[in-house]
């Protein structure tokens, strides 16, 4: 029996839509028969129990416990701080950080402050020197904040980024470290420590006090964004519904990859507010997956290169490869019904009809395009901060479950300290 072309999955967050031409009921329940045999429920069961799913580094990946926690910001740690008085005089909060410290926190600041914002909210993210100098040349010292955010505080670009904000500010009342490794951060005679686990991966530290950057903002609302993400936990463990919602995205992912040759995913978001979300879901993916096939696997191909970003922006960019091209592409598109009427959201819908389908009615033979695009289609109702770690956490269980199904680590990534290694080599040998 063929999977129906408007299979889809909906409740109160969200709606989704399935353009996936091929991706049979026959195909589901191959895979899902793979799913019993590697035993995938007992693997999503140990990692809300907390046991050691990231078994290449021994420990466990905390992280939606963290967002069954709530109320949990402000922590302790960051309570302390604000008892000090940090932020006494403070209108610009800037963040040194890369990877999940600078994804997540850059995200839920476009996505649920936004021009709402009491704050100046900067990033710099190393290792050029003059990001430093651009970034911080019309600030005042004595109104900056500098948040310094590494989980193991041994980042070479964030570290060396250090150094020039103290050497700018010269007042280290105006630094706070968030990280797992206290003593290090201590080191840099840094008194305001915000402390999290090690258990916390990087890409996943959205839930964690890597987000304080955020909190410090009134109008941000924490504790929803946790409350969205354990919502998609739930659902994970006893909504049979969400559960082959989330199976469908993560077969197809592989199905795709391995069989169809579709290895590039274009992640694309036609709302303002959620720009960012493919850059966000690049690291979560490309990091989680990018991992060598396991020797036993029947499947060779494991993560999907993802781009993408703004819908409206890529229309005018690189969509006209994805129409026309010559390329093995698929796609996901988000948009929000929050304003049916809008432009942007026709052309999300417009362009899922059309990347998948085709058209021919109102074009010329020159114009014709390749409607060749196996495309899943996210409709929300609205963004909000629940919304948004609903979201989140439906991509991070997404993540797991190829991951399990591939039989690799999601939680490990030895590529990504490997050019640390060979970084550190060059400048010791070149006496840098």
Same mark, same amino acid.
């Given at each position: 029996m063929e %999977?129906?072309?408007?299979?889809f999955f909906e &409740?109160?967050?969200?709606r989704y839509?399935?353009?996936?031409?091929?991706?049979?009921s026959?195909?589901?329940?191959?895979?899902n028969a %793979?799913?019993?045999?590697l035993?995938?429920?007992?693997?999503?069961?140990?990692?809300? +129990?907390?046991?050691?799913?990231?078994?290449t580094?021994?420990?466990? +990946?905390?992280?939606?416990?963290?967002? /069954?926690?709530?109320?949990y910001w402000?922590? !302790?740690?960051l309570?302390e701080c604000?008892? !000090?008085?940090?932020?006494?005089?403070?209108?610009?909060?800037v963040?040194?950080?890369?990877?999940?410290?600078?994804e997540?926190? %850059?995200?839920? *600041?476009?996505s649920?402050?936004g021009p &709402?914002?009491?704050?100046?909210?900067?990033?710099?993210?190393?290792?050029?020197?003059?990001?430093?100098i651009?970034?911080?040349?019309n600030? %005042?010292k004595?109104?900056? =904040?500098?948040?310094i955010?590494?989980?193991s505080?041994?980042?070479?670009?964030?570290?060396?980024t250090?150094?020039?904000a103290?050497?700018?500010?010269?007042d280290m009342? @105006?630094?706070?470290? *968030?990280?797992?490794?206290?003593?290090?951060?201590? @080191?840099?005679?840094?008194?305001?420590i915000?402390?999290?686990? @090690?258990?916390i991966?990087?890409?996943?530290?959205i839930w964690?006090d890597?987000s304080?950057p955020?909190f410090?903002?009134?109008s941000?609302?924490?504790?929803n964004?946790?409350?969205?993400?354990?919502?998609?936990?739930l659902?994970?463990q006893?909504?049979?519904?969400?559960?082959?919602?989330v199976k469908?995205?993560?077969?197809?992912d592989?199905?795709?990859?391995?069989?169809?040759n579709k290895?590039?995913?274009?992640v694309l978001s036609?709302s303002?507010?959620?720009?960012s979300?493919?850059?966000?879901?690049q #690291?979560?993916?490309m990091?989680?997956?990018?991992?060598q096939p396991?020797?036993?696997?029947?499947?060779?191909?494991?993560?999907?290169? *993802?781009?993408?970003?703004?819908g409206p922006?890529?229309q005018?960019? $690189?969509?006209? =490869?994805?129409?026309?091209?010559t390329q093995?592409?698929c796609?996901d598109i988000?948009?929000?019904k929050?304003?049916l009427?809008s432009?942007?959201?026709?052309q999300a819908?417009?362009? +899922? !009809?059309?990347?998948s &389908?085709?058209?021919?009615?109102l =074009?010329k033979?020159e114009?014709?395009?390749?409607g060749n695009?196996?495309?899943?289609?996210?409709?929300?109702?609205? *963004?909000d901060a $629940?919304?948004l770690?609903?979201?989140?956490?439906?991509?991070?269980?997404?993540?797991y479950?190829? /991951?399990?199904m591939?039989?690799?680590?999601p939680?490990d #990534? $030895?590529?990504?300290?490997?050019? !640390?290694?060979y970084?550190?080599?060059?400048?010791?040998?070149?006496? /840098?």
């Open positions: %999977k129906p072309d408007n299979y &409740n109160d967050l969200l839509e399935s353009h996936l031409k091929g991706f049979t026959s195909i589901f329940n191959e895979f %793979k799913f019993d045999e035993n995938v429920d007992s693997k999503i069961e140990d990692l809300f +129990a907390g046991k050691n799913v990231n078994y580094e021994d420990q466990a +990946a905390w992280h939606p416990q963290y967002r /069954a926690n709530t109320p402000p922590s !302790k740690d309570s604000l008892n !000090k008085g940090v932020l006494d005089g403070v209108l610009n909060i963040v040194l950080g890369i990877g999940g410290s600078f997540g926190p %850059k995200l839920l *600041i476009e649920l402050i &709402n914002t009491n704050l100046n909210h900067l990033f710099i993210t190393g290792s050029d020197p003059i990001e430093f651009e970034k911080t040349s600030l %005042k004595n109104e900056t =904040l500098f948040i955010s590494s989980k505080f041994t980042t070479d670009e964030t570290l060396e250090l150094k020039d103290i050497k700018w500010s010269g009342n @105006k630094f706070i470290a *968030i990280t797992a490794n206290e003593s290090k951060a201590s @080191k840099y005679n840094i008194k305001h915000i402390k999290f686990d @090690k258990e991966g990087g890409r996943y530290s964690s890597i304080v955020a410090l903002d009134s941000f609302e924490p504790d964004l946790l409350k969205g993400g354990n919502q998609a936990d659902d994970l006893n909504n049979r519904e969400y559960l082959e919602f469908t995205l993560s077969y197809s592989i199905w795709l990859n391995n069989l169809e290895t590039s995913r274009a036609y303002w507010k959620l720009r979300f493919a850059d966000y879901v #690291q979560l993916e990091e989680s997956l990018g991992k396991h020797a036993n696997s029947d499947f060779k191909k494991t993560g999907q290169i *993802i781009f993408g970003g703004y922006t890529a005018h960019s $690189y969509f006209q =490869l994805l129409h026309q091209g093995d592409i796609a988000i948009a929000s929050e304003d009427k432009l942007a959201y026709a819908i417009t362009q +899922a !009809k059309i990347l &389908n085709g058209a021919e009615d =074009l033979a114009e014709k395009i390749n695009i196996p495309l899943n289609l996210f409709l929300l109702n609205k *963004i $629940y919304t770690g609903y979201l989140i956490a439906t991509w991070e269980h997404r993540t479950i190829t /991951a399990a591939l039989q690799i680590n939680y #990534q $030895y590529g990504v300290s490997a050019g !640390k290694i970084t550190k080599k060059y400048l010791h040998d070149n006496g /840098a």
